[in-house]
């Protein structure tokens, strides 16, 4: 259910579909922080900005998992186009949530950068 | 037949399908699930006329089905104040550790006993009066053994019939070891939330085919570690088991005998006698009853009490042991 844009080999196909797995619940928790999105709308700030590519209905379990431990909010909006749209939004516990785990990410990809910056001079 | 009647086709045959997959779940949540995935896909409708194309980009129903299960399953439950639910989820998570228990006792007992075997013969020539196989009657005792009655049957034997025996008892631990994982990791592939390189949130376990496969080549030792670490891994949803088993049925009986105390007001109570304390005493009570008239007010309490503890534990140890899954996937 998920393609990485990425990746030399099998292994190395693995490892990133981990890694972006790992960072999926906080690229939508990021990407709700605009403000109401529904899922296609999140599916597209995670496809266009995150390049993640994923089956788009992975996107709605998760979103489910995180409206039950009341990260998200939701309401149904009936669209001009005829079909219902399920709006989500970040709750108070979600900002807090997605700002608590921005700033390990950034920590974490700041530190880790330093680490392999010997590997990418070398490409180079 | 027209091209939008077929491709409407599709779409009904593939929510059908997603419906089906989700019939365990509860029913507000799986329509509001399916209408939202039937929204996306006529929402996609909008922009592309290719059905196929986009189901595909939509997921397998099934793949996406055990997602939602998986990802909702334990947020569910962890917010629930449902004795039903509690339990229903913490007997799901001990029986999926059941066959790593099993796994293991099997280990345990068969390489336990053989190791006393081998402990024995090696012991024999030091102890030759009380190891061996004594006869009683009928019954027999291996191993070591003092009284004065005993009688050896194996004699000088002992050493050769220990050690053959705890070879074979090895082996056979052995095949049935690797037979039992490798069924074990079968299921567990099966199990598994989204197979492959997919994104949603699987089982913090090995996989069931990698384990199958390498599971032939394994010595004993590793395949003892192995069943150990299955083992590990249910002991979670054993612990949860146990206290919502504990907590529910206690916090119940004590519920009960308050409610049947008026009925059975000679039989029920809290009685006090050499034997301990009992809260029922049937046929004939013995013992002095100490709660009196009190009983009924103090056990319904009480019952509650323990109900409630038992939701609040369950609930956070859920919460936890959730997080933790989620983190280790």
Redesign the interface.
């Known amino acids: 259910m998920y393609s990485s844009t990425q990746g030399n080999g099998s292994q190395d196909g693995k490892w990133e579909a981990q890694l972006r797995k790992g960072c999926l619940e906080l690229a939508i928790l990021a990407s709700l922080s605009r403000g109401k999105l529904y899922g296609l709308e999140i599916l597209r700030v995670l496809q266009d900005e995150a390049q993640l590519v994923l089956a788009e209905g992975t996107v709605y379990p998760i979103l489910s998992r995180l409206k039950q431990e009341g990260l998200l909010d939701s309401e149904w909006v009936e669209a001009d186009a005829g079909h219902p749209r399920k709006y989500y939004w970040l709750t108070n516990a979600g900002r807090l949530q997605a700002e608590s785990m921005a700033r390990s990410w950034a920590s974490f990809a700041a530190n880790l950068t330093r680490t392999v910056e010997p590997l990418l001079n070398r490409e180079e | 037949m027209s091209t939008a009647t077929i491709g409407t086709d599709a779409i009904e045959r593939y929510l059908l399908r997603l419906n089906a997959a989700l019939l365990s779940v509860p029913e507000r949540?799986r329509e509001?699930?399916l209408?939202?995935?039937?929204?996306?896909i006529?929402?996609?409708l909008?922009q592309s006329s290719d059905v196929a194309a986009i189901l595909a980009?939509?997921?397998?129903p099934e793949?996406?089905a055990e997602?939602?299960r998986?990802?909702?399953n334990l947020?569910?439950s962890a917010?629930s104040w449902s004795a039903l639910v509690l339990m229903r989820t913490a007997a799901r998570w001990a029986l999926s550790g059941a066959q790593g228990f099993s796994i293991f006792m099997v280990a345990m007992l068969g390489y336990g006993l053989a190791g006393t075997l081998y402990i024995t013969a090696m012991l024999k020539p030091i102890f030759p009066q009380n190891i061996g196989i004594f006869a009683y009657g009928t019954t027999f005792n291996i191993g070591f053994d003092t009284s004065p009655q005993r009688h050896d049957i194996s004699g000088p034997y002992f050493t050769l019939y220990a050690m053959i025996a705890g070879f074979l008892l090895v082996f056979a631990t052995s095949m049935a070891l690797r037979a039992m994982i490798r069924k074990f990791a079968r299921v567990r592939s099966r199990f598994a939330a989204?197979p492959?390189?997919?994104?949603?949130i699987s089982l913090p376990l090995p996989s069931g085919t990698a384990l199958a496969e390498s599971v032939r080549s394994l010595p004993w030792w590793r395949l003892l570690r192995l069943a150990a670490r299955g083992a590990l891994s249910g002991i979670q949803g054993f612990l949860m088991f146990l206290v919502a088993l504990l907590g529910y049925i206690f916090g119940g009986v004590l519920c009960l005998t308050a409610i049947l105390k008026p009925v059975f007001p000679e039989n029920i109570g809290v009685f006090v006698s050499n034997h301990g304390i009992q809260l029922a005493n049937w046929p004939h009570p013995q013992g002095v009853e100490v709660a009196g008239q009190y009983y009924t007010a103090v056990a319904m309490l009480l019952g509650i009490l323990i109900v409630f503890t038992t939701n609040f534990i369950l609930r956070h140890l859920m919460h936890n042991f959730g997080r933790l899954k989620r983190s280790l996937a």
């Open positions: 949540e509001e699930f209408r939202e995935i039937r929204g996306h006529f929402e996609r909008e980009a939509v997921g397998d793949e996406l997602q939602f998986v990802e909702t947020a569910r917010r989204v492959g390189e997919s994104i949603g």
